[in-house]
């Protein structure tokens, strides 16, 4: 496989999985996971993940509100997690296979796109 680039990454769409496709192989998720800029796989192997410090509160749900409407529009959904009230986190992987598939990577480039306030470090 030869690994999109994160703008091809951007530019395609999710596709509707229905399972009975095995996960991506650990060398093709090693070298996705090199586009994705700030994303990193979690232990399991299983999962992507970005986190980001939000500038407050309504800054993470806003950024959430975004996200919400960019994966409807892919059909292809991410878990959220905002804790002590600005750390927000997503995390992506594909239910249908129980791991990692294309569909989770064209999402983490376009999540890369959506804007969130974050706090001045
Ligand atoms: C038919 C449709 O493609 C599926 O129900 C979608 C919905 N959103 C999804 N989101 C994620 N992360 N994984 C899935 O397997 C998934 N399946």
Redesign the pocket.
């Known amino acids: 496989m030869s690994t999109p680039t994160l703008t091809e990454l951007a530019s395609k769409k999710c596709v ?4 009975g496709v095995p996960p991506l192989p650990p060398d093709e998720v090693e070298a996705l996971i090199q586009t994705v800029s700030g994303w990193s796989l979690t232990a399991d192997g299983k999962r992507i993940r970005r986190e980001w410090k939000a500038k407050n509160f309504v800054a993470g749900l806003r950024f959430f509100d975004k996200v919400g409407e960019l ?1 409807e529009e892919e ?4 878990d959220l997690h905002i804790e002590g009230y600005r750390n927000v986190a997503v995390e ?6 129980g791991g990692l598939t294309e ?2 990577f064209i ?1 983490a480039a376009k999540i890369n796109e959506v804007p969130i306030e974050q706090k001045r470090s």
């Open positions: 509707p999985c229905e399972g994966a059909g292809h959904h991410p992506i992987w594909t239910h249908a296979v569909n989770d999402l």
